[in-house]
C-alpha cells in the first residue's frame, strides 16, 4: 500500500510526449521533500532519472524532464523512444509513520 | 565507479532468517557521503524500501519491518548486510542493494545494485 500513487500504464507512440503523474500527500510531497524518479528497464535494476524534483543525472537524455507543484509530481517524456518503454517509479520521503522512504506504484511506459 | 553487488542465498524455508550482504567496491563504506540501503521488489510489484544505515551503524528501517529486520556494516571488508527472520512466502523477492546519496533534506538511492532473487519455500 503505496502512499504515493501513479497511473498503472501510460502509452504513446514514438515521437509523442507522455506524462507520468505522481500523487502524495502533506506528509509528504506537500511537505516539501524532493521527488526522485527511477527508471527500470525489463529484467533490470531500477536506474536514477531524475532526482531533486526536476534535475538529470549525467548521461540521462533532456528528453526526460521532471517537476513538482503542492502534493503532485510529473515526470515528462518527450520525443518517445523504443527504448524509454519500461517500468517508472517515483519516490520521495514521508515524516508520518509510514515508511521514511516511499515510492510509488509504478507506471509502465509503452511506446506503440 | 562505484559499484555494489548482492549476494546470499537464493532459496530460504519459511520460518527461517534471509541472510545477503552486499558488497561495494570502487568506493569505501566508510565515506560521508553516502548511506547504504536495501530495497525489495516482490515478482510483478513495485518497489518497498526495507531500511538504511550510515558507516557509523546508524540504521532506520520501514516500520512495517523493523521487527524482523536488522541491517549492519562490515568496514574492514566494505560491505553491509540484511538479516530478515521469520520469512514468509509474502518475503519472496529480489533485493537490491543501493547507494544512498544527500539531497536538499533526506537522501535518495543513487546507485543500485543487480539484485538478487530470494524465494521463500520449502
Known amino acids: 500500500q503505496s502512499v504515493l500513487t501513479q497511473p498503472p500504464s501510460v502509452s504513446g507512440a514514438p515521437g509523442q510526449r507522455v506524462t507520468i503523474s505522481c500523487t502524495g500527500s502533506?506528509?509528504?510531497?506537500?511537505?516539501?521533500?524532493?521527488v526522485h524518479w527511477y527508471q527500470q528497464l525489463p529484467g533490470t535494476a531500477p536506474k536514477l532519472l531524475i532526482y531533486?524534483?526536476?534535475n538529470r543525472p549525467s548521461g540521462v537524455p533532456d528528453r526526460f524532464s521532471g517537476s513538482k507543484s503542492g502534493t503532485s509530481a510529473s515526470l515528462a517524456i518527450s520525443g518517445l523512444q523504443a527504448e524509454d518503454e519500461a517500468d517508472y517509479y517515483c519516490?520521495?520521503?514521508?515524516?508520518?509513520?509510514?515508511?521514511?522512504?516511499?515510492f510509488g506504484t509504478g507506471t509502465k511506459v509503452t511506446v506503440l | 565507479q562505484l559499484q555494489l553487488q548482492e549476494s546470499g542465498p537464493g532459496l530460504v524455508k519459511p520460518s527461517e532468517t534471509l541472510s545477503l550482504t552486499c558488497t561495494v567496491s570502487?568506493?569505501?563504506?566508510?565515506?560521508?557521503?553516502?548511506?547504504w540501503g536495501w530495497i525489495r521488489q516482490p515478482p510483478g510489484k513495485g518497489l518497498e524500501w526495507i531500511g538504511s544505515?550510515?558507516?557509523?551503524?546508524?540504521?532506520y528501517y520501514n516500520p512495517s519491518l523493523k521487527s524482523r529486520v536488522t541491517i549492519s556494516v562490515d568496514t574492514s571488508k566494505n560491505q553491509f548486510s540484511l538479516k530478515l527472520s521469520s520469512v514468509t512466502a509474502a518475503d519472496t523477492a529480489v533485493y537490491y542493494c543501493?547507494?544512498?546519496?544527500?539531497?536538499?533534506?533526506?537522501?535518495?538511492?543513487?546507485?543500485w545494485g543487480r539484485g538478487t532473487l530470494v524465494t521463500v519455500s520449502s
Open positions: 570502487g568506493g569505501s563504506i566508510s565515506s560521508s557521503s553516502y548511506y
Open positions: 502533506s506528509s509528504n510531497i506537500g511537505a516539501g521533500y524532493d
Open positions: 543501493s547507494a544512498m546519496v544527500r539531497g536538499v533534506l533526506v537522501w535518495y538511492f543513487d546507485l
Open positions: 531533486g524534483n526536476s
Open positions: 544505515i550510515y558507516y557509523s551503524g546508524s540504521t
Open positions: 519516490q520521495s520521503y514521508d515524516s508520518s509513520l509510514s515508511a521514511l522512504y516511499v
